[in-house]
């Protein structure tokens, strides 16, 4: 059982940046394969990006290609995504989820936990 609680949401200009955080509670952080989602107002929740258990494979959506960085600290049992040259489109709850062991993709079905959210507002 993992239980996650993302942070760090707030509002920034267009532009700028931001990391928001996750931090996990459980056993075997470091065997989970983590990820985040957003979901925008009137929109489905969508993927965004996914690291693998060691860090070693990542994927992106292709809207934040280039753009948005994710990484994970097995030590701190934390995921993070730096977020850079953020848009107004970028405006969303921003959902960390998790999945044991095998790869989930991008996928949210494949996923057995989530995080409340946390919310980003990018500002024009």
């Known amino acids: 059982q993992v239980q996650l609680v993302e942070s760090g949401g707030g509002l920034v200009q267009a532009g700028g940046s931001l990391t928001v955080s996750c931090a996990a509670s459980?056993?075997?952080?470091?065997?989970?394969?983590m990820a985040w989602f957003r979901q925008a107002p009137g929109k489905e929740r969508e993927f965004v990006a996914v690291i693998s258990w060691n860090g070693g494979r990542r994927e992106y959506a292709d809207s934040v290609k280039g753009r948005f960085t994710i990484s994970k600290d097995n030590a701190k049992n934390t995921v993070y995504l730096q977020m850079n040259s953020l848009s107004p489109e970028d405006t969303a709850v921003y959902y960390c989820?998790?999945?044991?062991?095998?790869?989930?993709?991008?996928?949210?079905?494949?996923?057995?936990?989530w995080g409340p959210g946390t919310q980003v507002t990018v500002s024009s």
């Open positions: 989820a998790a999945r044991y062991a095998n790869w989930p993709g991008s996928l949210e079905e494949n996923y057995d936990y």
């Open positions: 459980g056993r075997a952080f470091g065997t989970y394969v």
